[in-house]
């Protein structure tokens, strides 16, 4: 067992209305640990992405096709300086043996399942 980064992108970069999700987790394989970092843009490229910093588990499985599974949450700061708020993030993946998965995110209300997701693994 090791720690490993996971980089990679969860939505499809063809729909323009689908959220995309950028992240760059670090995982502890042994104690199942996961922290990193998200960028989230909700339907349109052009506005400005919510980043944050993310915590959770990451899980070898057998289940079907998937190799792990990931569950990461975390708050997102607004982008208005005068209403500083910070919003809930949760997201689901089950990423396959082949760099590709698919997954779920909660943000601003807004739930999306399904989400294509290619990602890869470097070893540390």
């Known amino acids: 067992m090791s720690t490993i980064i996971i980089q990679g992108i969860m939505g499809s970069t063809v729909n323009l209305n689908s959220p995309i999700v ?3 987790l ?12 998200v960028e989230v843009t909700l339907g349109n490229p052009e ?3 919510y980043r944050g910093n993310v915590t959770g588990t990451l899980y070898p499985t057998g289940f079907k096709q998937f190799d792990k599974v990931v ?21 689901n993946m089950g990423l396959e043996a082949n760099g590709e998965g698919i997954g779920g995110i909660n943000f601003k209300g807004q739930h999306d399942e399904e989400l294509p997701i290619t990602y890869k693994i470097m070893e540390l």
């Open 22 to 24: 950028k992240f760059n």
């Open 71 to 91: 569950a990461i949450h975390g708050a997102l700061p607004s982008h208005n300086p005068l209403t500083p708020l910070n919003f809930p993030f949760n997201a």
């Open 47 to 49: 506005d400005k992405p």
């Open 26 to 37: 670090t995982a502890d394989e042994e104690t199942h640990q996961v922290h990193g970092s």
